[in-house]
């Protein structure tokens, strides 16, 4: 597989993904009785989920499964390895077929956004990983396809479906990694994501030095507290950022059908 130290000489292909599939598959059995690659990859997920990418190591990896840890580089390599076979699996988690059963590029969009949502939000530290890792899975692969194809879709310009592709998806990362921050914190401080939001408002809202900076938002925040939970507000915000960005691909592609090349 990938060495660590080719990762470190050449890092623009540094993936196991990269590595020949025979041997990747040749590596996926024949090592200690009762262990796979797809039972240690389940494991760092639980580990990854509960625990952060930071706490992720093949000695508690290995203590997780009852293990030597030297049991789990008949597998893999580096922990790298098993970051990126854990990232694709969990693009195995959107269901490709429902994007299929959703009909025209609006509601197609619309499922896979969802669904990206709720994985990022699923595995807090998917997030951080985009940008370490090259998501060259053949789960990741696929998924990317059918955004492809929902983007190719809509009737937009080839040379500025990446822009709608970036304006839609990124949009859903961001919003996905702060909903996935924001119940972290919650977790750690022991509280539900209504009592650590209510409490976080009201602490900055009582202190004297805020009062002038809220003045203007004090509307907003009134109207967002009305709505009895933070659940309902990432929902309803996020639909309809989601139906604003949709209809400003209609927008666009009408436009692009009046404007000339070169205007």
């Known amino acids: 597989m990938v060495k660590a ?11 196991v993904w990269l590595e020949n599939r025979d041997r990747r598959a040749a590596r996926s059995g024949g090592g200690p009785a009762g262990l796979d690659r797809d039972r240690i990859v389940a494991a760092s997920i639980r580990m990854l989920d509960e625990e952060g990418l930071a706490r992720l190591s093949m000695r508690k990896l290995a203590t997780e499964l009852n293990v030597t840890a030297m049991s789990l580089y008949w597998y893999v390599d580096t922990k790298d390895d098993i970051i990126e076979y854990a990232i694709d699996t969990c693009y195995g988690e959107i269901d490709l077929a429902e994007v299929d059963a959703a009909g ?21 530290w998917m997030s951080p990983c985009a940008g370490q890792y090259l998501n060259i899975g053949p789960h990741a692969i696929a998924v990317g396809s059918k955004i492809q194809e929902a983007i190719r879709d809509t009737g937009l310009p080839l040379e500025r479906q990446p822009s709608a592709m970036s304006a839609v998806f990124q949009f859903v990362y961001g919003y996905g990694t702060i909903q996935s921050q924001f119940e972290r914190r919650a977790a750690e401080a022991g509280m539900s994501q209504d009592d650590f939001y209510g409490e976080s408002v009201k602490a900055f809202r009582d202190d004297p030095q805020f009062v002038e900076a809220l003045e203007p938002m004090a509307e907003i925040l009134d109207e967002r507290a009305s709505h009895g939970s933070v659940t309902a507000i990432w929902n309803r915000d996020f639909d309809y950022a989601l139906e604003i960005l949709i209809a400003g691909i209609e927008v666009m592609v009408e436009r692009s059908r009046t404007v000339r090349p070169g205007e």
Not at 5 to 15: K, Q, V
């Open 5 to 15: 130290a080719d990762r470190a000489r050449n890092p623009a292909r540094s993936s």
């Open 104 to 124: 025209d590029w609006r509601d197609r969009i619309k499922v896979l956004a969802l669904a990206y949502r709720r994985m990022l939000v699923r595995h807090p």
